[in-house]
């Protein structure tokens, strides 16, 4: 079985690596993150048409892209979701992602947050962080399982960055919609990710909350490689990171929010709709 | 240490004194009213209805272990009464084993219908079954074996909801066709009855029936006890999870059909287990077990108490056997009728079953006599139908 070849810690040693508005080149090495020819079709509805696409280590990457670009497909051909019917997709270099299923590509280190909020309703807030806990997620190890003091404190620790420490004894579905998608984003930090995937993670938010969440992603974003599909262009704009823009499945164009927005093919796709 | 401070959790204090009350009226008091009390008092537990209450234990641990893997795991095995029915089949080929000389035939080893269907030697798969140990561990082994294949078929294709249910339902057909053939060996249409002793005691007598009934009851409360162990532990909530929203449990990294296979097969074993308490007491096994209705039935007692709560099934399946047995003493025809209207209201009116009914009433209840902010049953009331 595949395990996380690289601790975390590790990542946290490198200093980030700054987007560079020169087009990386298509290889490899150095990357967290490398899509190469990726397609997929539905009954012959091409979703991905020829995707490529790489992520440096400790990159934030925003994606954008009118509805139906095909970013949520993306998404799920690197989590193991969908497979692919050809292309390269490759973890840290090395991991060839579309030989896998989802389980083991999470135990990789890949946390995906959904477009639609998916917390354990039926759960705590508390139980659903406990449930992301970095922990060995075998039956028998999960069935004797028991919560050591420190894990405990991770979890307190997350519940306050997350801002639901009130609501940790509180049923997951009493929660609001924006309180839904921290709790899922508090998931994600829980499971200690190298590369965290999040669809449009303030969907619904209120300004006040998209703001936080901008600051809570930067903040996170300080030791891994986040990559945010996102449709928000205030919120994409407060991230400061790489745009791409993604139309029909493919890579329309890439570089700075304002660049991005200045080139006429993305004003085009855009307006055209 | 851990451990044992992990079993003190499995209840609340509350929760194990109603446990231990429970488990001592059913262990000491019935069994006392039988043997004490002349027939004449109206305390007086007959033998025939401590055996009736034997034989509800027993489907209380069947309902108990299909609440496990429907209740928590969300998927409805409509096959339940297959683990059932082969637990009984283990423990009554150990019983025909034990008739010996006794039959019919008077053949020591061969039982009466293989003597009747001109068999010479006894076949293979009944090998070891005139050794008790052997029987028991086969009671737990056949239907795990089975759980496990169906089960790893099932969830490995990912097939959930009503295809589970379809097919789990078919498996239980099938087996049900299968048993009825003579040829199979297991005494066909008939099934295996007429048995005399069990461990060497005489099963008509009043002591081994006391000490049956004794058994389930005990078997009861540990099946209990462990499924609680499994519902109250993480894996437990990886299981409500996946009831919830069972692809999201993947992408946190758990094996989805590891979890339920594991839960699939403790169902199955706990099954089996129940089905082998019940033969005695009841005297035979034949395939109409395996009918595609009775395993239903067990779904029905399991709604009808509460699913996802594990001592709802137990009340469930006391509550429908016992009404089916004043059914059936005062109006047979309309059993079914009264079945299916039980569903139906139980579906439309109580979709958290009697448990469920019974917390919202207690949660009315307090809120009438203080009128807190706070709704106490709100866990129960918001628990997925
Ligand atoms: N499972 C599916 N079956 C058929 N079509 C799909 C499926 N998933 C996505 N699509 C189609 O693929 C296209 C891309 O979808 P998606 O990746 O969700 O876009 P985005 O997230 O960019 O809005 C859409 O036209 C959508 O209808
Ligand atoms: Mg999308």
Redesign the pocket.
């Given at each position: 079985m595949l395990r996380a070849s690289t601790a975390p810690d590790t990542a946290e040693l490198e200093p980030p690596v700054q987007a560079t508005p020169i087009r990386t080149a298509r290889q490899p090495a150095g990357s967290i993150l490398y899509l190469d020819g990726v397609s997929v079709s539905?009954?012959g509805?091409k979703?991905l048409n020829n995707l490529s696409l790489v992520i440096n280590k400790g990159e934030m990457r925003t994606i954008i892209?009118p509805?139906?670009?095909?970013?949520?497909?993306?998404m799920d051909v690197i989590t193991g979701k969908t497979k692919p019917d050809k292309g390269d997709v490759l973890f840290n270099a090395e991991v060839d992602l579309t030989k896998l299923d989802e389980a083991k590509i999470a135990n990789l280190g890949i946390g995906r947050k959904f477009?639609k909020p998916t917390v354990f309703e039926h759960l705590t807030v508390f139980e659903n962080l406990e449930l992301a806990l970095k922990t060995e997620r075998g039956t028998f190890a999960t069935l004797f399982f028991h919560l050591t003091g420190q894990q405990a404190k991770r979890i307190d620790e997350i519940l306050g960055v997350i801002g639901l420490g009130d609501r940790r004894k509180e049923k997951a579905g009493a929660l609001s919609h924006g309180q839904k998608q921290w709790l899922e984003i508090g998931m994600l930090l829980m499971q200690e990710g190298q590369l965290l995937l999040l669809?449009e993670p303030v969907a619904g938010m209120t300004d006040f909350e998209t703001e936080t969440t901008a600051s809570l992603l930067l903040e996170i974003a300080r030791d891994r490689s986040i990559v945010v599909?996102e449709h928000d262009m205030e919120f994409v704009r407060a991230l400061g990171a790489k745009v791409t823009v993604?139309h029909e499945?493919s890579v329309l164009a890439e570089g700075s929010i304002d660049t991005v927005q200045a080139d006429h093919r993305v004003i085009e796709v855009y307006l055209g709709r | 240490m851990l451990l044992m401070s992990r079993l003190a959790s499995l209840e609340s204090r509350r929760g194990w004194q109603v446990f231990l009350i429970l488990l001592v009226l059913t262990i000491v008091l019935v069994p006392v009213l039988n043997l004490t009390l002349p027939p004449e008092s109206p305390f007086h537990v007959p033998t025939y209805m401590l055996s009736l209450l034997g034989k509800y234990l027993c489907f209380a641990l069947l309902a108990l272990s299909l609440d496990l893997i429907w209740g928590y795991a969300g998927a409805l095995s409509l096959g339940h009464g297959a683990f059932f029915a082969l637990g009984g089949y283990c423990m009554g080929m150990y019983l025909m084993r034990q008739i010996g000389t006794r039959g019919v035939y008077g053949n020591p080893d061969l039982p009466d219908f293989m003597v009747f269907l001109n068999w010479t030697e006894l076949p293979w798969y009944w090998w070891g079954f005139d050794q008790f140990w052997f029987a028991a561990l086969m009671v737990m082994a056949v239907p795990a074996l089975l759980a496990y294949v169906l089960g790893w078929l099932a969830f490995r294709s990912r097939i959930t909801g009503v295809y589970f249910s379809i097919i789990t339902q078919a498996m239980v057909f099938a087996l049900m066709l299968a048993f009825f053939r003579n040829e199979m060996g297991f005494g066909g249409n008939n099934g295996l009855t007429d048995f005399k002793e069990i461990l060497g005691f005489n099963i008509q007598a009043q002591g081994t029936r006391i000490g049956l009934y004794v058994a389930s009851a005990v078997v009861l409360a540990l099946g209990y006890l462990i499924s609680r162990f499994i519902v109250t532990s993480k894996l437990g909530r990886v299981l409500m999870a996946i009831r919830d929203a069972e692809s999201r449990v993947r992408f946190l990294g758990y094996s989805v059909t590891n979890a339920k296979l594991f839960v699939f097969t403790v169902s199955a074993i706990l099954a089996g287990i129940a089905g082998a308490l019940y033969v005695p007491q009841v005297g035979i096994i034949n395939p109409s077990e395996m009918s595609p209705g009775n395993s239903i039935e067990i779904a029905v007692w399991v709604a009808v108490g509460g699913r996802g709560t594990l001592f709802g099934a137990i009340i469930g399946a006391f509550t429908v056997n016992g009404a089916k047995s004043f059914f059936t003493g005062a109006a047979p025809e309309f059993w079914l009728f009264f079945l299916g209207a039980l569903f139906i209201v139980c579906t439309l009116f109580l979709p958290q079953g009697i448990v469920g009914f019974a917390a919202q009433m207690r949660a009315r209840i307090a809120r009438k006599a203080t009128p807190a902010p706070e709704e106490v049953g709100n866990a129960a009331s918001k628990h997925r139908a």
């Open positions: 539905f009954d509805f979703a892209g509805n139906g670009a095909g970013k949520t497909t993306m477009q669809d599909v993604l499945g | -």
